[in-house]
């Protein structure tokens, strides 16, 4: 080196200026970092089955006792339970593959889950991206939480836990922040190469609901959308479930403590009704405590009607929050109803 160069160089350093090395750019999102195929699931006898349902009944009846709910879930158990035929063809496991998998959304590593058929033919297939309910690590996806009958009639089905669960980064915020976690399976879906993104699809459950509601408002490029359970006016849900709003909603949403009707407001589908511009399913229990019929699926219903939008609406007397009693309806409907609008 010259002397002239060392003396630029020590001049520089007395000074307290360095050359910085380039910061390292991060993935952008949708960017998927991660995947490994999902554990085999363990076998289950029917009988075992039968013992699992029993035991989440006997769970939900009691959960919706402490919030003042009485039900009779219990009294019509085989109407809540999957044939022996059912079972058996479901627990085969031999048609889909399933990977779970972390992306990037707002530089933050979120899990999610792939379900695609077993056997690609070349073909591009359509997507359904599934909005989970539940909150922070209630109600996760599971590998067998795939949505069976999206994979058996040709769907790649794409869903993520949410920023903060199962494992990711980040903090769950309710309808917040999180969902651009939603948002960003449209670039990740797209990068995979065999998604037919001209026919993307949505469903959301409880939560998912929400979810699906707040990404359609923000404009996900999607053909249509089946919700069931689905919460859509969390200001009368907060008043129907106090202790949900005081002990859950409280913890998650930013400016709760503040104004807890604003952040509400903004989280439900009621008061932006006007902005969603896609086909909407409704489909919702006449017996479900935790998503009231007449102020959450009605309520929307209303709403859409109002705004002269293209909806179903089918209420099901007696049945649950996840239309136990009439499952495979719910399936074969939203199968139905996005293959109305497959393009």
């Not at 999902?38 to 919706?64: D, F, G, H, I, M």
């Not at 359509?126 to 999206?150: D, E, K």
Request: glycine content about 8%; hydrophobic content about 40%.
């Amino acid at each position: 080196m010259r002397r002239s160069s060392v003396l630029t160089v020590i001049s520089l350093l007395l000074l307290g200026v360095f050359v910085a090395t380039p910061a390292r750019t991060a993935p952008p999102d949708g960017t998927l970092v991660e995947t490994t195929p999902c554990a085999a699931p363990a076998k289950r006898t029917y009988e075992q089955y039968l013992k699992e349902q029993r035991t989440s009944l006997e769970e939900e009846v009691k959960a919706a006792a402490g919030e003042g709910y009485k039900l009779n879930y219990l009294d019509n158990f085989d109407r809540f339970v999957l044939s022996r035929e059912e079972f058996e063809r479901r627990e085969s496991f031999a048609d889909y593959e399933c990977r779970k998998i972390k992306y990037i959304s707002d530089g933050l590593k979120v899990v999610g889950f792939i379900w695609k058929p077993k056997h690609l033919t070349g073909k591009k297939l359509p997507l359904v991206i599934v909005n989970r309910g539940g909150n922070p690590n209630l109600a996760l996806l599971t590998p067998q939480s795939f949505y069976y009958p999206y994979v058996t009639n040709g769907f790649v089905v794409i869903g993520s836990q949410y920023r903060g669960a199962d494992g990711g980064e980040g903090k769950d915020e309710f309808g917040g922040a999180d969902v651009n976690d939603v948002l960003n399976l449209i670039p990740l879906a797209r990068a995979l190469g065999y998604v037919d993104m001209n026919n993307v699809f949505m469903h959301g459950a409880s939560r998912g609901g929400m979810q699906a509601f707040l990404s359609i408002k923000r404009g996900i490029p999607i053909n249509a959308v089946a919700v069931n359970g689905a919460l859509t006016d969390l200001t009368a849900s907060a008043k129907a479930r106090p202790r949900v709003a005081e002990r859950v909603w409280s913890r998650l949403i930013p400016g709760f403590a503040e104004n807890p009707e604003e952040v509400l407001r903004e989280r439900s589908a009621v008061f932006f009704a006007d902005k969603i511009d896609v086909p909407v399913l409704i489909l919702q229990g006449g017996a479900d405590w935790r998503s009231d019929a007449g102020s959450q699926a009605l309520g929307l219903a209303n709403k859409l009607q109002l705004f002269g939008k293209t909806y179903e609406l089918h209420v099901y007397a007696g049945d649950d929050h996840p239309l136990s009693i009439n499952r495979l309806e719910r399936e074969r409907k939203i199968v139905e109803w996005f293959r109305r609008y497959m393009k």
